[in-house]
């Protein structure tokens, strides 16, 4: 292909933004139809991690259709007229590549790592299913089925249960998280096809996506096939955010005691989370991580390994998010009356820093690890491209990815004491005791 005819019908579809993605050059475009198209030159191999990331998630359900989102994602794979059936896994699977999908609360992803010289397909592949899904009853008996069983395996885990059946106490009506991603089996079972339809046409369009792309590649090559095939699509949404969100530092979940067949005892602890564009956002990421879920966070080492009062702190949600939502974090233990100790031991933590902060070594040592582990992440396209578009998606700046370490640089003491105070005093945070029955 001439490169001076590609770069060219680059400079015809819309200004290039260039960035540094650490040592791999990053360059965007935007295609006429409104999709974004970020590409990052990582030439290490002749492989590539392409990804269509779409703002739609379980956040864009309504009552009678709770489970769309993650269902649809399924029926993304069932083929168009043009590649039926399994064409998508059939053209993967033929170079020895890589193919899969993710549903969260906001966002829906697919993506493949293949070799380079398979890219130019794979977009072919995926702008016709962006642009002419074939959606019939049949298709979608066959994958609520799939579906169906995905919550049934779910349920023979006791942790996964739990959470399941936690789930619906959490939330004020009305709020975009107030249904789990995986949605409710009896209206899973009722879907049309009509109504998957409907949703595929109001949340599946270019303006309301976009595309990363990771690898052997050359940025002027990638927007001229991106423009060949995604850009002569012409659906158009009319793309707004969720307005009139129930608040969640002030609402209270509808219950303190739970029961599970299974022989631990859990201290499920949920407070107010800021959305990702908060500026409290890297704070209180940064509190959360230095009190509860590294491997060295005040009370792993207090809880576990010093007074062996607990058996492990997980976190049960995501940090990313759109929206402010609730932070859940199990603490679990032995079932015994004596527990009341361990509340008593979080709060005095949780106290501590509201009154002095955390030292500053702690910080210098979270963003040293931060840095590193953002270092050994770039030795692969594919957490290189999460993080792309993972900084695309919350901020509307994929080049975030690579400047959050700076972002928690700018902390100090003061800001550690609101936010502990703000997210977590003792009227912000609320328990939940769930015992075997």
């Given at each position: 292909?001439?490169?001076n ?8 579809i ?5 960035a540094?993605a650490?040592?791999y050059p ?8 409104g999709l ?8 290490d191999?002749d ?7 779409y703002?739609?998630?379980s ?5 009678g259709i709770?489970?769309?989102?993650h269902?649809f994602?399924?029926m993304?794979f ?7 059936g399994?064409?998508?896994f059939?053209?993967v ?5 890589q193919?899969n999908?993710y549903?969260t609360?906001?966002?829906t992803?697919?993506h493949?790592y293949?070799p ?17 899904l074939?959606?019939t009853?049949?298709?979608l ?13 779910g349920n023979n ?8 059946d ?10 975009p ?6 949605g409710?089996?009896?209206e899973?079972?009722q879907?049309?096809?009509a109504q ?6 109001n ?12 690898g ?8 001229a ?8 699509i012409?659906?158009q ?5 969720k307005?009139n969100i129930?608040a ?6 509808r219950t303190t005691?739970?029961?599970?067949n ?12 800021p959305?990702a564009s908060?500026k ?9 991580d ?5 491997s060295?966070?005040i ?5 576990i390994?010093k007074?062996?009062t ?16 609730f932070g ?6 032995n079932?015994?009356?004596?527990n ?18 955390l030292?500053?070594e702690?910080?210098?040592?979270y963003i040293e690890?931060y840095?590193?582990s953002?270092k ?7 957490n290189?491209s999460?993080?792309?578009g ?5 901020f ?5 990815a690579y400047?959050?370490a ?7 003491q ?11 005093s003792e ?11």
């Amino acid at each position: 292909m001439n490169i001076n005819k590609i770069i060219l019908a680059v400079c015809l579809i819309g200004s290039v933004a260039i960035a540094k993605a650490v040592e791999y050059p990053s360059t965007t475009i935007t295609l006429k139809n409104g999709l974004k198209v970020i590409v990052c030159e990582k030439p290490d191999n002749d492989f590539v991690e392409f990804e269509v990331w779409y703002r739609a998630g379980s956040k864009d359900e309504k009552p009678g259709i709770r489970g769309m989102a993650h269902l649809f994602e399924h029926m993304m794979f069932r083929g168009t007229a043009k590649y039926p059936g399994n064409a998508m896994f059939d053209n993967v699977e033929k170079v020895g590549g890589q193919i899969n999908a993710y549903t969260t609360f906001d966002r829906t992803v697919y993506h493949e790592y293949v070799p380079t010289s398979a890219l130019e397909k794979m977009m072919d592949l995926e702008s016709d299913r962006m642009a002419n899904l074939v959606v019939t009853q049949e298709i979608l008996n066959t994958e609520r089925q799939v579906v169906g069983e995905e919550l049934r395996n779910g349920n023979n885990n006791w942790y996964q249960k739990m959470n399941s059946d936690r789930y619906p106490f959490l939330y004020p009506k009305g709020h975009p998280y107030e249904v789990d991603v995986i949605g409710f089996l009896d209206e899973i079972t009722q879907f049309t096809s009509a109504q998957c339809m409907d949703f595929y046409n109001n949340y599946y369009s270019p303006n309301d996506a976009f595309i990363v792309v990771v690898g052997n590649v050359k940025s002027a090559e990638v927007f001229a096939i991106a423009d060949k095939y995604f850009g002569v699509i012409t659906k158009q949404l009319d793309v707004k955010k969720k307005e009139n969100i129930p608040a969640v530092d002030t609402a209270k979940i509808r219950t303190t005691e739970m029961n599970i067949n299974f022989p631990v005892q859990l201290y499920t602890y949920t407070f107010p989370r800021p959305a990702a564009s908060d500026k409290d956002f890297f704070t209180f990421t940064f509190i959360t991580d230095a009190l509860f879920l590294n491997s060295n966070s005040i009370l792993n080492n207090r809880l576990i390994k010093k007074d062996h009062t607990a058996y492990g702190l997980n976190s049960a949600g995501d940090n990313w998010s759109l929206y402010p939502n609730f932070g859940v974090i199990d603490v679990i233990m032995n079932a015994s009356p004596g527990n009341v100790k361990v509340k008593r031991a979080i709060r005095e933590e949780i106290d501590k820093v509201i009154e002095n902060g955390l030292p500053p070594e702690t910080l210098a040592d979270y963003i040293e690890a931060y840095e590193n582990s953002t270092k050994l992440n770039n030795y692969t396209a594919a957490n290189i491209s999460n993080d792309l578009g993972t900084a695309e998606y919350y901020f509307n700046d994929y080049n975030k990815a690579y400047s959050m370490a700076t972002e928690f640089k700018k902390i100090t003491q003061d800001d550690i004491k609101r936010v502990a105070a703000r997210y977590f005093s003792e009227e912000k945070v609320q328990l939940i005791n769930i015992k075997p029955e």
